[in-house]
């Protein structure tokens, strides 16, 4: 690959978004050299394209970085214009979806890596999250969450699914099952419908990996300051 | 009153986030109605066009609301694109650049503000030094991004990060009077203080800039500090 039309990605396996580019590059079928970074160590390259943040995901286009996923995923749908699109072209429906992406914030993940009482209170707000997004969703599937297969994911799906597509990992650490059809049928259908599309077995990280890793975070958070 | 004015903003004239709205349209040159919520008392209509979070502002367009002021900034730019400026550039690295430090100036550097703003004596030194290092990466990293040349600032060529810029840290002069401490340094950040101040000598800001006093007596409020003696 040249520098002329070279495009490179900075990622993490554990970060969902990192997730986010590599779905999205790869249901748009772009090639791409993926760079996997260690955390703990990270590249050169890395603390160089993204030295405010220091963070993955970064994509490398032409030698030229991009950093935050949602900015990322914008900048892929300018450049590859070709079907599939990432958003739809009305503009009222991608501020929809954008809203949508927005509200679809890590919440998530600050509970996961919560303990004790303090992650029961942010599993309430996250299930409370949940229920407004279950019923608002509605808006943007009117007839139901469609299955991916002429229609390929695009932006909010992509984010849904970087947050909850490991949602058997999340059970794990809470213990108890929180993505359940009889409270969020249209999550659950819109979850499963996405497990269904091709790309997501080479995004989705391993679930014992996961709850591993998310494991060594805790364990590491709660070790007291040294004297 | 019914949908027969096709752009309404619901704003708040203390909030900076309608203020980027107002802002956005007017740069545009989109003739809007604004309706002044109290956010104590919200209006029926408000809370319809945005259930989920009830809050300013809301863009009503022809009927239909769009909320989260990055989001309708978005929107406006898209819906108008034949009404210049364009709010974002052309060109796609430089939109993720613009929408990078958009980004910062939303999130990071307003998370600054606040901490200063909640916190008290070495706490808030604390949150001062911060919020001065994030306007050095800013100074650092934006490179061409901060215009150099503040004679060229004019109000028909204001964009999306200008008004960011101009919304978050405008206020600054009534905030070091209620805090007592000096946020913008012209020494310290000559080029960011070259930028908000050019902002607000343009017309177009002025017209949407409440009163000093009004800002200080709401930031008091607000955050229920008391006025030195």
Known sequence: MTEENSVKLHGFWASPFAMRPVFALKVKGIDFEYIEEDLSNKSESLLKYNPVHKKVPVLVHNGKPISES????????EIWTDPPHLLPKDPYLRAKHRFWADFFDPTILKTLLAEGEAQ?????????????????????????????EEQKPGYLDIVFYSLYGTHEAAELIFG???LTVERYP?????????????????????????????????????VPPKA | ??????????????STYSKRVELALKIKGIPYEYVEEDLMNKSQALLEYNPIHKK??????NGKPIVESLVILEYIDEV???HAPRLLPRDPVDRARVRF???????????????????????????????????????????DIIPKDISSIQSKSLGLLDIQVICTLGAYKAHEQVLGVKILDPHKHSLIYAWVNAMMDLPMIKEITPPHDNVVNFIQMIFKINPSA
């Open chain 2, 101 to 143: 430090w958009s980004g910062f100036l939303q999130n990071q550097l307003l998370e600054s503000v606040l901490k200063l703003v909640m916190s008290s004596g070495e706490e808030q030194e604390k949150a001062l030094d911060e919020l001065h290092e994030k306007m050095t990466i800013m100074e650092q990293e934006m490179g």
């Open chain 1, 70 to 77: 949602l900015i990322i995923l914008e900048y892929i749908d």
């Open chain 1, 186 to 222: 249209l999550l659950v259908s819109w979850v499963n419908a996405l497990k269904q599309v091709p790309e997501v077995n080479e995004v989705t990280p391993s679930i014992p990996k996961f709850v591993e890793l998310l494991h060594s975070i805790i364990r590491q958070r709660s």
């Open chain 2, 1 to 14: 009153m019914g949908d027969e004015v096709e752009v309404r903003v619901h704003g708040m004239w203390a």
């Open chain 2, 56 to 61: 300013v502002p809301v863009l009503v367009h």
């Open chain 2, 80 to 82: 108008w694109p034949d």
């Open chain 1, 120 to 148: 029961k209170m942010v599993l309430d707000e996250l299930l409370e999250k949940m229920d407004v997004a279950e019923e608002g969703l509605k808006e943007i599937f009117p007839n139901g969450v469609p299955p991916f």
């Open chain 1, 176 to 178: 108890k099952k929180f």
